[in-house]
């Protein structure tokens, strides 16, 4: 089948870069424990401090939490509520994962436009974190990234119980 063929090109590209932005986002946890650990130890043994290491930690934390979105999702890693659906049949389970798989990719659609034009604001009123003055709006472009990958995953997921379905 064509539609298929079309899945299965659009998985071997899109699986990839989710992996790497995964990987990603466990450098950047790596380095973030590191930070916070340096800060602790520095403020205990010296009574001095990192200047924005909370800064640091709070963008660090939104590229690891939208980085590693979409790797969990191939993973089937977030959480789902089985107790009501596993009562039904494999149809009504497929048309319900159908609804459930599309609504969420539009949703996420939503939320990446949504975050493109809002980081697009940041960049021309050059919105600046208050210790370290690190701009915003590449953090902002990051949600967007981390969704549209997410987004695409729902979409490969949506085809796959789709495929499935119509072969049944």
Same mark, same amino acid.
């Given at each position: 089948?064509? $539609?298929? /063929?079309?899945?299965?090109? *659009? /998985?071997?590209? $899109?699986?990839? $870069?989710?992996?790497?932005?995964?990987?990603?986002?466990?450098?950047?946890?790596?380095?973030?424990?590191?930070?916070?650990?340096?800060?602790?130890? =520095?403020?205990?043994? *010296?009574?001095?401090? $990192? =200047?924005?290491t909370v800064e640091l930690t709070e963008f660090m934390m939104v590229i690891l939490v939208f980085f590693a979105l979409a790797q969990t999702e191939v993973f089937n890693g977030h959480v789902k509520v089985d107790l009501v659906m596993s009562r039904f049949g494999e149809r009504a389970q497929a048309i319900v994962d159908i609804i459930t798989q599309f609504s969420c990719f539009i949703l996420f659609g939503l939320f990446t436009w949504s975050a493109l034009v809002y980081s697009a604001k940041m960049r021309i009123v050059e919105e600046v974190s208050q210790d370290l003055w690190l701009p915003i709006y590449p953090f902002i472009y990051i949600v967007a990234t981390g969704c549209a990958m997410l987004s695409l995953?729902? =979409?490969?997921?949506f085809f796959t119980v789709l495929i499935k379905m119509i072969k049944s």
């Amino acid at each position: 089948m064509k $539609i298929e /063929q079309l899945n299965h090109n *659009f /998985q071997s590209w $899109i699986y990839p $870069i989710s992996k790497i932005m995964n990987s990603i986002a466990s450098v950047i946890l790596f380095f973030m424990m590191l930070l916070t650990i340096a800060d602790v130890f =520095l403020r205990k043994v *010296f009574s001095k401090s $990192i =200047l924005g290491t909370v800064e640091l930690t709070e963008f660090m934390m939104v590229i690891l939490v939208f980085f590693a979105l979409a790797q969990t999702e191939v993973f089937n890693g977030h959480v789902k509520v089985d107790l009501v659906m596993s009562r039904f049949g494999e149809r009504a389970q497929a048309i319900v994962d159908i609804i459930t798989q599309f609504s969420c990719f539009i949703l996420f659609g939503l939320f990446t436009w949504s975050a493109l034009v809002y980081s697009a604001k940041m960049r021309i009123v050059e919105e600046v974190s208050q210790d370290l003055w690190l701009p915003i709006y590449p953090f902002i472009y990051i949600v967007a990234t981390g969704c549209a990958m997410l987004s695409l995953i729902l =979409l490969i997921k949506f085809f796959t119980v789709l495929i499935k379905m119509i072969k049944s």
